[in-house]
Nanobody
Framework: VQLQASGGGLVQAGGSLRLSCVGS????????IGWFRQAPGKEREFVAA????????NYEDSVKGRFTISRDNAENTVYLQMNSLKPEDTATYYC???????????????????WGQGTQVTVSS
């Protein structure tokens, strides 16, 4: 599976961005697709994930109510709609995917085999 992330940019606090993660090589059927982010000097952290078959989302607490993860079956794409952005959301965002990710491992980056290149999100205050 090859993943291509896009949609990052510079936005003012309170603004919105939509990130896209397009999968190629095979469909996302039976995969969990996740978004992680990493700020300079910090560890990579979980943001959100979706189970492709069921559409069940999972969010990190700090983004609940502001971010929405969704999927487009026809386009083999996962989106991360980010609203009410804050300066602390500034990071490089990565999409990732793997099959057989159990719920308790969803937030563990080591559980995912496939990673896209990052897309930079910068939120100014």
């Amino acid at each position: 599976v090859q993943l291509q992330a896009s949609g990052g940019g510079l936005v003012q606090a309170g603004g919105s961005l939509r990130l896209s993660c397009v999968g190629s090589g095979r469909t996302f059927t039976s995969y969990t697709i996740g978004w992680f982010r990493q700020a300079p000097g910090k560890e990579r952290e979980f943001v959100a994930a979706v189970r492709w078959n069921s559409g069940t989302p999972n969010y990190e607490d700090s983004v609940k109510g502001r971010f929405t993860i969704s999927r487009d079956n026809a386009e083999n794409t996962v989106y991360l709609q980010m609203n009410s952005l804050k300066p602390e959301d500034t990071a490089t965002y990565y999409c990732t995917a793997d099959r057989g990710v159990i719920l308790s491992s969803t937030r563990d980056p080591s559980r995912y085999a496939y990673w896209g290149q990052g897309t930079q999100v910068t939120v100014s205050s």
